[in-house]
């Protein structure tokens, strides 16, 4: 089966930048979409940005502009590109693996990572 983990999280003034990357495991002769979500203290856990098997990209409003989401196949592995960081993106970040065909082992029991915590300071 598929497992995904993320990581990458740290703490950064507003405006900065930072990259995380959610690396794949189990997927050889696998297709799949790669997602990430995040969620602040005491909220619900919401959509941050999408890359499809066909390497469309779709970002949330809030994002849109400032992060970047792609992707290194040989490594298995997503990366989600935050610049011009804010407060309000103070979150843990998930990504969710999706959509998965191929191989009899192309499955997940858990389609989420365990997050990475990136904190954006005022």
């Known amino acids: 089966q598929t497992t995904v983990m993320e990581a990458g999280g740290g703490s950064v003034p507003a405006g900065g930048s930072l990259r995380v990357s959610c690396a794949a495991s189990?997927?050889?002769?696998?297709?799949?979409?790669m997602s990430w979500y995040r969620q602040a203290p005491g909220k619900e856990r919401e959509f941050v940005s999408l890359?499809?098997?066909?390497?469309?990209?779709t970002y949330a409003d809030s994002v849109k502009g400032r992060f970047t989401i792609s992707t290194d196949n040989a490594k298995n592995t997503v990366y989600l590109q935050m610049n011009s960081l804010k407060p309000e993106d103070t979150a843990m970040y998930y990504c969710?693996?999706?959509?998965?065909?191929?191989?009899?082992?192309?499955?997940?029991?858990?389609?989420w990572g365990q997050g990475t915590l990136v904190t954006v300071s005022s």
């Open positions: 189990g997927v050889t002769r696998c297709t799949y979409d």
């Open positions: 969710k693996i999706a959509s998965l065909r191929g191989a009899w082992w192309c499955y997940a029991k858990d389609p």
């Open positions: 890359l499809g098997i066909a390497g469309t990209t």
